[in-house]
């Protein structure tokens, strides 16, 4: 499987665990032999447009897209071109009022990726037309581990956790390293319930960021 080099080096125990081996074994089986997303090349893209060494901020998702040519590798992201699934219409509402800033022409999210954001999926790949189907196999492991590895490596990382299970995902984050932001999920079920909207994640993040020394993410 691709992934940066700079993964690889953080990674490479990880690679060689046997729970590891068997989950590149079960996913290669099922896209041999059902249509899964994201496609292959773009399994490891939040890795790809985001190397460890670049890491600013931390978006955790749950998984990939389920639906027609709209997962891209890349957590809440969808394919130049492709409507805006709910949750991203409604963290593109909350970006244009947290910042007086129109709304974007694509959800194709390796703007931010490519700034820094690591936009992680705690499972990175999905049956079509099945949510949850490729849970359980080893992915959830794995991204524990990335989390883990970015907690402990680095400092001054802002971690945005968007709902139970975000949060759960984001549990053993040394907070006394990072900064932690947590809101509801901007799902319509939980934005439509007042767990979203308002939480000015991105204004938080780069004032945050700038308190620091580094360069503010354009949202």
């Known amino acids: ?66 639906g027609p040519k709209q997962a891209n590798g890349l957590c809440f992201s969808v394919h130049d071109g492709i409507p805006f699934p709910p949750s991203l219409v409604n963290i593109f509402r909350e970006i244009s009022d947290d910042l007086q800033q129109p709304l974007p022409g694509t959800g194709n999210l390796e703007r931010w990726a490519d700034q820094g954001v690591l936009l992680l999926n705690a499972t ?63 799902s319509p079920l939980s934005a439509n319930k007042g767990h979203w909207f308002g939480n000015q994640h991105f204004s938080k993040a780069n004032r945050f960021l700038a308190s620091k020394g580094l360069p503010e993410i354009k949202w």
């Open 1 to 66: 499987m691709k992934i940066d080099p700079s993964w690889k080096a953080v990674l490479a125990e990880e690679f060689e665990k046997p729970y590891f081996k068997a989950l590149t074994g079960f996913v290669a089986m099922e896209y041999q032999n059902q249509l899964c997303y994201p496609p292959g090349p773009e399994i490891f893209a939040a890795f790809d447009h985001c190397p460890f060494d670049a890491v600013k901020v931390v978006i955790i998702g749950q998984d990939p897209y389920h």
């Open 124 to 186: 990175l790949t999905v049956r079509r037309g099945e949510a949850g189907s490729h849970q359980g196999h080893g992915w959830e492991t794995f991204t524990d581990a990335v989390i883990r590895q970015v907690s402990d490596r680095k400092k001054d990382v802002v971690f945005m956790l968007w709902g139970g299970f975000a949060k759960k995902k984001g549990a053993k984050i040394d907070r006394d390293k990072h900064w932690v932001l947590e809101s509801g999920h901007p």
